[in-house]
């Protein structure tokens, strides 16, 4: 993935992890690790008008151990990366992810398989 323009907020974890201990409020409604919850749908315990990944960063985040706390790294704190214009990310095949475009944003993406 690469940023033509703006920067965008990563929040990763190892392909070893499991939906349930990533978020365990939304693992319900994302079969196959598949969130329709991100395109309108929100989790029980999502409240108020914004975004459902706006409460994941605002509520969740913070309650989480710091990464290498604990030794199970799911349950921490996911990797962060800032990703600005100019600069490539390469994401290796499983591994969960999501993304939050932190200002306008214009990016292009490719899945090889």
């Keep these: 993935t690469e940023v033509m323009y703006g920067r965008k907020l990563w929040l990763l974890h190892e392909p070893k992890c499991t939906m349930e ?3 365990p409020d939304v693992a319900p409604q ?12 929100p989790p029980a315990s999502h409240t108020g008008d914004g975004l459902v990944l706006d409460t994941y960063l605002n509520t969740i985040l913070p309650k989480l151990p710091d990464r290498g706390t604990t030794n199970n790294t ?5 990797q962060v990366v800032i990703q600005n214009a100019g600069e490539v990310l390469y994401l290796p095949a ?3 992810h999501f993304t939050y475009n932190l200002d306008d944003t214009v990016g292009v993406t490719m899945h090889v398989l």
Excluded: D, N, T
């Design 21 to 23: 201990q990533i978020w």
């Design 30 to 41: 994302c079969p196959k690790g598949r969130c329709e919850v991100f395109y309108g749908v």
């Design 74 to 78: 799911c349950l921490e704190k996911p």
């Design 94 to 96: 499983r591994w969960w």
